[in-house]
């Protein structure tokens, strides 16, 4: 299964660990790291585009995913660089990727009209989804993804008992919490997130592959 390739780098960065090598939202990424085929960005703020991280972890091949502005912002950087808007699927180095809705309703940190973006990533082995920086909204009804990523820090994004009613509304085979650890929400939170979700959630340490 899937969920046995992917390491938690902190906060919201994940490394898929295989072929291809994806790495989603690195920042503040630990070196010794394989390098990247795919890096998938779901959003322009720092803690989710590095371009130092995007940098250290690229090789010539490396192709890397983002909504317009991130793509914008990385387009004097010398990248292989693929613009996805919400709602669009492409197929990249033989993988698809399709973009999903990410955004706040009740806060005004990540407007709709932003454009940004979750990720779900179909890889032989299943399926990962990376909600981005988001509240529970209505595109995320029946995804159903083999693992779902989801921030549960709250202030910027959904707390835990939002995630839960997220992750009830996703349906996937096992909720992963992320987007605590650093500048919103602690373990606590995730503890709570799997408290609150009756479905199967996992907590992955955070750290490089072994």
């Known amino acids: 299964m899937v969920l046995e ?27 010794g790291l394989p390098p990247a085929d795919l890096i998938l960005v779901t959003h322009s703020h720092y803690d989710h585009l590095s ?6 972890l690229s090789q010539e091949s490396t192709t890397v995913v983002g909504p317009p502005d991130v793509i914008k912002q990385l387009g004097r950087e010398r ?59 209505p595109e995320m009804k029946g995804l159903r993804p083999t693992v779902a990523l989801l921030p549960v820090g709250g202030t910027y994004t959904m707390d835990a008992a939002e995630a839960a009613r997220a992750a009830a509304d996703i349906e996937p085979e096992v909720a992963v919490p992320m987007h605590y650890g650093k500048i919103v929400g602690g373990e606590a939170d995730a503890r709570r997130f799997l408290e609150l979700y009756s479905g199967r959630a996992e907590i992955l340490p955070k750290g490089s592959p072994k």
Do not use: M, Q
Not at 17 to 27: A, F, H, R
Not at 51 to 56: C, F, K, P, Q, V
Not at 102 to 130: C, E, M, Q
């Open 79 to 137: 990248l292989n660089l693929v613009e996805i808007r919400p709602g669009e699927e492409k197929a990249v180095g033989g993988i698809k990727v399709r973009a999903v809705p990410a955004y706040n309703r009740t806060k005004h940190f990540h407007p709709k009209a932003s454009g940004w973006v979750g990720f779900i990533v179909y890889l032989p082995d299943g399926s990962v989804y990376h909600a981005g920086d988001t509240d529970h909204i």
């Open 51 to 56: 371009a130092e991280d995007i940098r250290r």
């Open 5 to 31: 390739r992917i390491r938690w780098l902190g906060h919201a960065s994940f490394l898929i660990e295989g072929e291809p090598t994806i790495y989603i939202d690195p920042w503040e990424t630990p070196p």
